[in-house]
């Protein structure tokens, strides 16, 4: 996130400033001691049952940008806690999200080859193994909460919850059931693509950054505060993702492209909404934004609001809270063969 939070407006919503020179190099360093850190949180991979561990670390130390982690640490610093208060707790984070990587890429859901420029985990280690890697990594996750000594009781209570809501049936597992189901044609209209992409990249999104504010102790204003920029910044996030998916290059990214080409993304859908006559508007929900029609009680103000904008190849990509743009002068690449540079 290249904003700090500078304060709370009126209206409920953060206020955001630009970040600094200093602001950027602090962000490089909290990757670097999130990394370390991480390293030293699992288990070696000379420990048994090796095996399981190597798996575990092999997914869990590849690299990548670490952006939720470090949006944890970012927001936590940010409304005035300190990076070891938030440090642990941003690894635990990133555990979540490496479990659900190794569990995306299995030949039963995702069924890709490459993350992160390495092969997927279970080309490596086998399904059987990497699953119980993934299931260890969310169970040592949680671990790291409880071992939080420098946090209150009742913060830790807080994080195991919020935690355990961005994972489950109604976050992140809820997601990865929809995306399946619209691979076979169900629920693949706006309101269906809205949900799931809240639910499966928009959870831990949420979470990231509401811990972040958990840690730093602030009142319930804020934590909504926050919680409503995780969810235009996760569905501006996975918009990306798709947009990436068909513009982008194994070489580019790290990880397969053509993934969507045989189903319905949010992105496609709006595009030709907005070529048709505008964009829908969603309302806020806890994990992600709720289209028109959908079940459930609406959270917060209405939004975010994002729409693609096409002038040939090109793609521009907004939402209300940031602003991520792609620009693509190019037609797009094919699937090709080999590894990469850049991670995501």
């Known amino acids: ?55 575990m ?16 640490i970012q927001v936590a610093t940010d409304l005035g ?32 080859s490459l993350r992160r420029d390495n092969p997927a985990n279970h080309l490596v280690y086998g399904e059987d193994t990497a699953i119980l890697a993934a299931t260890a990594l969310l169970n040592r996750a949680f671990g790291v909460i409880a071992e939080c000594d420098r946090l209150p009781a009742q913060t830790r209570l807080d994080l195991t919850w919020l935690l355990s809501e961005s994972v489950g049936s109604n976050g992140i597992i809820a997601g990865q059931f929809c995306d399946l189901r619209i691979r076979h044609g169900h629920g693949d209209d706006v309101a269906g693509l809205t949900e799931m992409y809240g639910q499966k990249t928009g959870a831990l999104f949420v979470a990231a950054l509401e811990a972040g504010a958990r840690v730093a102790g602030v009142d319930n204003a804020w934590v909504k505060a926050v919680r409503d920029y995780g969810v235009n910044l996760g569905l501006a996030f996975q918009l990306l993702d798709d947009l990436l998916d068909t513009f982008g290059s194994r070489e580019d990214i790290g990880k397969d492209t053509g993934q969507d080409d045989e189903k319905s993304t949010l992105a496609s859908h709006l595009g030709a909404r907005h070529t048709a006559g505008g964009p829908p508007v969603y309302r806020v929900g806890r994990f992600g934004p709720r289209a028109p029609g959908s079940v459930g009680p609406p959270v917060g103000e209405p939004g ?11 793609r521009r990509l907004t939402a209300s809270c940031c602003d991520w743009r792609r620009v693509a002068r190019r037609e797009p690449r094919r699937r090709t063969r080999g590894g990469g540079r850049t991670r995501v």
């Open 81 to 112: 806690a300190t990076e070891d208060d938030a440090l642990d707790v941003a690894c635990a984070v990133e555990m979540v999200h490496a479990a659900s990587l190794i569990l995306d890429d299995l030949p039963c859901m995702d069924d890709a």
């Open 1 to 55: 996130m290249s904003m700090s939070i500078e304060g709370l407006d009126a209206d409920g919503k953060l206020r955001l400033a630009p970040r600094d020179e200093d602001q950027r190099d602090a962000a490089r360093r909290w990757r670097q001691m999130i990394d370390e850190r991480l390293a030293e949180l699992v288990p070696d991979g000379n420990v048994d049952p090796r095996p399981l561990h190597e798996s």
């Open 304 to 314: 975010p609001e994002l729409y693609p904008d096409d002038h040939g190849s090109r």
């Open 57 to 72: 670390r092999y997914s869990l130390l590849a690299g990548g940008k670490r952006i939720r982690p470090v949006l944890t």
